[in-house]
Structure formats: C-alpha cells, structure tokens
C-alpha cells in the first residue's frame, strides 16, 4: 500500500541502485552540459564527465526545470498520495530547491519543499529518514521534519585533489581563502551552513585521508550512525576508508560506498573522497 505522504528528492542524493524504489522515493535528475550537449545525470557515466574534466573540457551543470518537478507531483497525486514531501541539495549550491518550489505552487496535492543543506549523500540520508516516516504513517509536517532532522544531525567532510573544479563551477564558497595556499596542500572541506567551507590543511593526501577518517570516528562516536563514502576515480580509496571506518566505529548501521555522479563530479573532480556520517534519530 502507498504512503498517504510521497517523498520526492534530487539525483544528487547519489543512492545506491535500487534503494530509491525500494523506499517509494521519486527522484528528478539535475542536467550536466559537456561540450554543449546537455543530458540528464544518470544518461552519462561518471567516468565520461571525469575523463572530460581531466582533459580540462567545459563541464557546467542545470537544475530539473520546474515542469520536471510538477510532472513529478502529479504522479504522486495520481498514485494516490495526499501531500508530497519534496527534499533536495543546498539552495546555497543549486536552483534545484525554488525550482521545487516553483512547481509547487500548483501542484494537485500539498507539497512541503525541504532544503537540506547538505549534497550527496547527506541528502540521500535525509531523503531515506523521510520516506521511512512516511511509511509509519506520519503525516506530511512530520515527514519533512524527519529530513531537517536527519540533514541537521548529519556531517560531510571531504578531499579534493585540486580546489581548481570548484573554482570554475563557482561553488568553492569559504574555501576560496585556500586557493593561495601552497600547491601541493590537499584541502579538507566540509559542508556548513550548507556551502562548502575550509576544514584543514594538509600536505599529502594519504595524510589527508588518515585525517578524515580520524574526524569521521570522531563524529560517530559511540551513537549508532549511517555511513556514507562517496568518490570520484577513487575507488581503491573509498574502500579502505569504508573497511577502517568500519573497524573504528562501534554501532555502524548502514554503509555505502560508490561513486558520486557527474553533477557533483563537476565541482569535485577526479580524486574526490568524502565521507558523511549520519546518526540515527
């Protein structure tokens, strides 16, 4: 049986396949442009927009239109929904949430527009918060509420190679104060108020690694928390920092490992390692 309550998020919440479907949530594709061709995320491969921004070739990012948006809250209206709960990406970063907005105004059902704060998975955790109560049977004020919550408790933090794509895709945000820094700094960058912000200076990147995952251990604690580890090119990495993270903290509930897409792939670039971590309400 369907929630009274549907639950609608973005593709820059990056779940693992098939967990979206499985939890009854609707998710609307941001657009990415390469080389003037616009797709939607999910129609290009990582790899392709990672080779593309290695190769320095213009790589630029869109917001779903509001149609894409409205299409999606007559669907759930016409599956039976009552409400919708719409949670996306930071509004800092992204159009994606007045686009939600837009569309909402006159959708067929009420819908209650959430703006997380938060990118990637920290989105994605909010979104699965969300739909878990809309299955309870909360209703749709309780069901946005479990999202802020969820996105409020959650912390992301994470490596970039080079600050060079965050540059150019205008979302470096506090971060720019680093872009004198010595060339060879690895930055750790976390996500505050929902815009990207400096956390650390390191000089390598193992170093770097070995740091967030000292912070990430740190912020778990001994709550039970979710984890997620997300990358870009950087497998090998993602799973040793999932397997350490793992055997450090105690209550780990849920984890996942896997690729950002090619919208977060954008600004990030190659080399990208990040971790979100997620205490359970």
Not at 102 to 127: K, N, Y
Not at 128 to 145: H, M, N, P, Q
């Amino acid at each position: 049986m369907a929630s009274a309550v549907a639950v609608v998020t973005d593709s820059t919440a990056y779940l693992p396949p098939g967990l979206a479907e499985r939890h009854g949530i609707t998710v609307v594709p941001l657009q990415i442009v390469i080389g003037g061709t616009v797709r939607d995320e999910g129609q290009i491969t990582s790899a392709e927009a990672a080779r593309a921004l290695k190769e320095w070739h213009p790589v630029t990012t869109s917001r779903p239109s509001p149609e894409r948006f409205a299409h999606a809250f007559k669907a759930a209206a016409g599956g039976g929904a009552r409400a919708v709960v719409s949670v996306h990406l930071s509004a800092a970063m992204s159009g994606t949430v007045e686009a939600a907005r837009l569309a909402a105004e006159d959708a067929p059902v009420p819908v209650r527009v959430v703006d997380t704060g938060a990118i990637g998975l920290g989105l994605g955790f909010a979104a699965l918060s969300a739909a878990a109560a809309a299955l309870r049977g909360a209703d749709a004020d309780e069901v946005a509420a479990a999202a802020e919550h969820r996105a409020r408790l959650s912390r992301s933090l994470f490596y970039v190679d080079t600050l060079e794509h965050l540059r150019r895709g205008g979302r470096i945000g506090a971060a720019a104060t680093l872009l004198g820094s010595a060339l060879m700094m690895k930055p750790l960058l976390s996500i505050v108020d929902g815009r990207i912000a400096p956390l650390e200076k390191v000089r390598t990147s193992s170093r770097a690694i070995a740091r967030m995952e000292e912070l990430a251990a740190d912020l778990a604690g001994d709550r039970p928390v979710d984890l997620g580890i997300q990358h870009l090119g950087a497998a090998p990495r993602a799973e040793t920092l999932a397997s350490r993270l793992r055997d450090r903290i105690p209550q780990v509930k849920d984890l996942y490992v896997g690729e950002v897409g090619p919208v977060i792939g954008a600004h990030a670039g190659p080399g990208m390692l990040g971790v979100v971590v997620a205490p359970h309400l």
